[in-house]
């Protein structure tokens, strides 16, 4: 059950951990972290300040951005990172600024799982590659590093760009 619309734990093989012994985050990816059954209730994320709103929403787009522009995509797994997308980008804004607006949550909690089931078949790319030691060296909360890299990433990756980023071109 998640209690915040954005890492999409409730869906993905994936769990990152801080070790102490050289303060970095590192990854576990093992089918065994997939549950079973997933109850997601946006309920759960009304009292969620709007700064964790903003921050996990945040990485729960960026989930899909980069599965719908990795170089792994594939069409099953693209169409939920579009609705995604289109979910989150249409609705965060409320769910930080209202957040006590239901429907807002519900569209972004709705996001938020697209993102997890990406996280599987295609995972990640260089945003979160480069926000997890970002995170780890400064403390930052990972949908803030995945926000202030994102757009550099985005436009670094343009003269390599993926057929469905193109479409952004
Ligand atoms: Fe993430």
Redesign the pocket.
Known sequence: MPATS???SEASPNAILVDDADNQKKGIISPYLVPDIVYVDPLLTISVPPAITAATGI?AL??CMEAYTNKFAQPFIDMMAYEGMRLIAAHIETAVKQGDNVEAREKVAMGSLLGGFCLGPVN?AGV?AL?YPLGSMFHLA??LS?ALLLPYVMEYNIPSATKNMQKWL
């Open positions: 954005g890492t999409g990485d960026t989930h990640t979160h926000s990972h949908g995945n």
